[in-house]
């Protein structure tokens, strides 16, 4: 048994012991109903708050650059329809120049169909050449900024790029506002397994956007750069072409020119001086002719006489002044037919010579009414170019262009 001090000592430590743990036990509810009050009204509402403010701005900055990209985007898909006209312009010009080279190809052919003495390397064919060359020329840099507008695939990267991101950002902004519109009392919210896992930062998520937007812009200047340079190289070479065809048709026109003029004097030396001077000839070999015949008639009359006279007989066959005198007359009589006839051996030499003549200027007149003909048919040719630059001077259709995006 125990004692009476010890009872009373154990009633005093129950009872110390008792006010010890409600003390405790106070201390601990005030706390915590401090806490409860703390959180409650203070932390967890500033926390919660401060979460959708900071939902608010992130949804803001999204936004802002959705719009950034949607805008650059828009201007990279304006510069890939100007690329677009601009490729198709060129390729219109390229196809406009088959029938420049047609046409000076053509004409190189006809005008080889001269002969003789008119096919000659004149200005004309050196002109058709140049042509010639500067087309073919002018082909192959045409084409040349037909392919480079196939390589030019970094805007449309870029703006595959740029599409990406957008939509990123408008499915990131549906998920901030989805969460911004979530409260205390939403249905859906519950407890997750590690819901903190994030795979980039804010730097690189900026970063990257930057990058998608700088790299468009260069894409772009790239392209317009591309663009000024095939708009001022079809420019110059249109030029080019229209100077060479200028000066293609003035030469053919000057050459058309010389060669009538040349087809003219010859006609006129033909007609007019040649058959005439033919003509003075005959008449002139027809009268050495009558007059060889008259002075024969007076030589065998000469003859007769000489040869009647040696009948004379005995001392009366003498040399007396009718002999010398018919003598005389014979001799002159020869001479005189000698020199007709040396006479009209070179005037009909002559005549057959300019006949001959006659016949080669006939022949170049031939060739030279020929090769007329085909410098007309040039020209006739070449006006199938007036024709095609006229055309191209009516403003071109509206073609619908369709972007990557559709």
């Not at 029938?99 to 003495?117: H, M």
């Not at 005189?336 to 051996?345: C, D, V």
Request: glycine share 2%.
């Amino acid at each position: 048994r125990h004692t009476v001090s010890e009872w009373s000592s154990n009633n005093q430590h129950l009872s110390a012991e008792a006010q010890h743990q409600r003390c405790v036990s106070a201390a601990i509810r005030q706390d915590g109903r401090t806490l409860r009050n703390e959180t409650s009204c203070k932390q967890t509402v500033w926390d919660e708050s401060d979460s959708s403010r900071r939902l608010s701005d992130r949804i803001w900055d999204v936004g802002r650059w959705k719009d950034v990209l949607e805008s650059c985007a828009q201007k990279v898909d304006e510069e890939m329809e100007a690329l677009t006209l601009s490729k198709q312009q060129t390729e219109q010009n390229l196809a406009a120049t088959a029938v420049p080279l047609d046409v000076s190809t053509e004409c190189l052919t006809l005008r080889d169909g001269r002969r003789g003495f008119e096919l000659v390397v004149d200005p004309v064919e050196e002109q058709l050449k140049k042509e010639v060359e500067l087309i073919e020329r002018v082909q192959q840099v045409l084409q040349q900024n037909v392919d480079k507008t196939f390589e030019q695939l970094v805007l449309q990267e870029a703006r595959h790029q740029l599409t990406s991101d957008l939509q990123n950002k408008m499915d990131a902004l549906d998920v901030d506002m989805s969460c911004l519109s979530l409260t205390i009392k939403s249905p859906h919210i519950s407890l997750k397994t590690n819901p903190t896992r994030i795979s980039s930062s804010p730097q690189e998520w900026l970063q990257f956007s930057q990058y998608n937007v700088s790299r468009a812009h260069e894409a772009m200047q790239v392209s317009q750069q591309m663009r000024e340079d095939m708009s001022l190289t079809r420019a110059q070479l249109q030029n080019e072409l229209e100077t060479q065809r200028r000066a293609t048709e003035f030469s053919l026109r000057k050459r058309n020119h010389q060669e009538e003029q040349a087809r003219d004097e010859l006609e006129w030396q033909i007609r007019t001086q040649t058959e005439n001077e033919m003509s003075e000839m005959e008449r002139d070999i027809s009268s050495l002719d009558a007059d060889l015949q008259a002075k024969t008639a007076n030589l065998k009359l000469a003859h007769t006489r000489l040869e009647t006279r040696t009948t004379r007989p005995g001392m009366d066959l003498c040399r007396d002044e009718v002999q010398l005198g018919l003598v005389s007359e014979v001799q002159q009589l020869e001479a005189t037919i000698t020199a007709l006839k040396q006479k009209i051996s070179e005037a009909r030499n002559s005549l057959q010579k300019m006949k001959l003549h006659h016949s080669r200027m006939l022949q170049d007149l031939s060739r030279k009414q020929e090769s007329l003909s085909l410098e007309q048919r040039s020209l006739n040719t070449r006006n199938r170019l007036a024709s095609t630059s006229s055309t191209n001077k009516t403003p071109a259709l509206v073609v619908p262009l369709m972007n990557s995006s559709g």
